[in-house]
């Protein structure tokens, strides 16, 4: 479970205590000291992807990914949704590039590169 801190801690502080369970992703509010706990019956989804599929380098193929998993790292060159290239440089094996790609071109020299999408 993790504790949620910063901007919602006042409100969270006038119904007891928020926590997101990671292995499931439910939200938990507990009323404090006078009360039980409310399940959420939605998970949230923060950060995490609902599908993956292998991405092929090619300067024609759009991807329209959420973000790259780069299996063996190298360059990455991708073109962002105003169809700009941008080139991570350097990138290290097993990351995840948390950026909006429209296209991996294939200048890039990644390989294992995994399109993550919700």
């Known amino acids: 479970m ?3 801190s910063g901007d ?3 409100v969270v502080g ?3 205590e928020l926590t997101i369970d990671a292995a499931t992703g ?3 509010v507990d009323a404090g000291s006078g009360g039980g706990s409310i399940p959420n019956p939605l998970p949230i989804q923060a950060d995490s992807a609902g599908d ?3 991405v092929t380098p090619s300067d024609s193929t759009i991807i329209n ?3 790259l998993y780069v299996g063996t790292g190298g360059n990455v060159v991708i073109e962002t949704r105003n169809g700009n290239p941008v080139t991570f ?3 290290p094996d097993g990351s995840i590039l948390p950026v909006f790609a429209v296209k991996v071109m294939a200048t890039t ?3 294992g590169i995994v399109g993550l999408t919700y």
């Open 109 to 111: 020299t990644a390989t």
């Open 8 to 10: 919602l801690a006042g």
């Open 89 to 91: 440089a350097n990138v």
């Open 65 to 67: 990914a959420v973000a």
């Open 26 to 28: 439910r939200l938990r």
């Open 2 to 4: 993790r504790r949620v």
């Open 14 to 16: 006038s119904i007891g």
């Open 52 to 54: 993956a599929f292998a």
